[in-house]
């Protein structure tokens, strides 16, 4: 087991909140081998960049157990009707953050203890630094209020001067640089 | 001579909305290019696009709401959708249909673009 590997695994037990920082460069990659890493838990996977069927197909060739993840899917609607999926909620455009914080106080109250935001980065198109963040805080609080909910949000790290980094990582418990 | 080929790029990066126009006018192509949905739709009252290469995650309009939006204009103009966006092999198969007619992911191939959207406007 690396260093980074042993790093995430100590963090995940005594970090409730953690923003990664993901390479732009292998930024999927680097991803997909964070959540093999963690897929003993049930997570719940909110994409704002990725379709669900994008994402199931990368994860099965991972060998990820497919069984442990839900997903929120906020991009396939902003193109096209998708077919209801037993395992995913569409929301309707990343633009729609309501939409999007209702699905989620749903999906902890159904105990998926561990959330994943992909990406921060994307969320920037559409909402401004302080929109993110107001969304975020609301995410935090309710992951620090339930006991059983673990936080983690990812960046590209080409966006680390932005005014939105430097806001998110003092909200949160740790910041991982993945390599 | 052979007229050229117009070609409507739409992406809020400009150095994709640069670089795109670069590739195209070098394959003897014309290029407009419109910074979001909203702007492409206004530039669409004066210009008539053999093909509009557009990008999926914008600011402002969805591409849902510009699809609708062309439709309700009656617009036909064929549409490639060049993006980062990922989604699995048969879902691109259920997007393009109708004058949607290719899905490119970012980063492309210079020649791979080229080919592509010449296809396009053939199709």
Do not use: W
């Amino acid at each position: 087991m690396n260093t980074n590997t042993e790093k995430i695994k100590k963090s995940r037990k005594q970090s409730k909140v953690i923003l990664l920082v993901v390479p732009a460069d292998t930024y999927n990659q680097s991803l997909l081998k964070f959540v093999k890493k963690i897929d003993k838990n049930k997570i719940c996977y909110v994409s704002i960049n990725k379709g669900h069927s994008a994402l199931v197909e990368a994860f099965k060739s991972k060998k990820i157990n497919l069984k442990n993840l839900f997903f929120i899917d906020c991009v396939t609607k902003t193109i096209f009707e998708p077919k209801e999926e037993h395992n995913c909620v569409f929301i309707s455009s990343p633009k729609a953050i309501t939409e999007l914080s209702l699905a989620l106080n749903k999906l902890m109250d159904a105990s998926f203890p561990s959330i994943l935001v992909d990406s921060l980065s994307t969320l920037m198109i559409y909402h401004n630094s302080k929109t993110i963040t107001k969304f975020i805080h609301h995410l935090i609080n309710e992951a620090r209020v339930n006991s059983d909910i673990y936080l983690t949000l990812t960046i590209s790290d080409k966006d680390r001067n932005t005014e939105l980094y430097s806001k998110i990582e003092v909200l949160v418990d740790e910041v991982i640089k993945l390599k | 001579m052979k007229k050229s080929n117009l070609i409507l790029t739409v992406d809020d990066e400009k150095d994709i909305r640069d670089s795109v126009k670069d590739v195209l006018e070098d394959a003897n192509f014309k290029v407009e290019t419109a910074e979001n949905g909203k702007s492409m739709l206004k530039k669409l009252e004066k210009i008539k696009p053999d093909l509009i290469l557009l990008d999926v995650l914008m600011p402002g309009l969805t591409t849902k709401e510009i699809l609708t939006e062309l439709k309700k204009r009656k617009n036909k103009v064929p549409i490639i959708f060049l993006t980062v966006v990922r989604f699995a092999e048969a879902t691109k198969k259920d997007i393009i249909k109708g004058n949607m007619v290719d899905y490119i992911e970012k980063p492309f191939k210079n020649e791979d673009l080229i080919k592509r959207v010449k296809k396009g406007i053939k199709k």
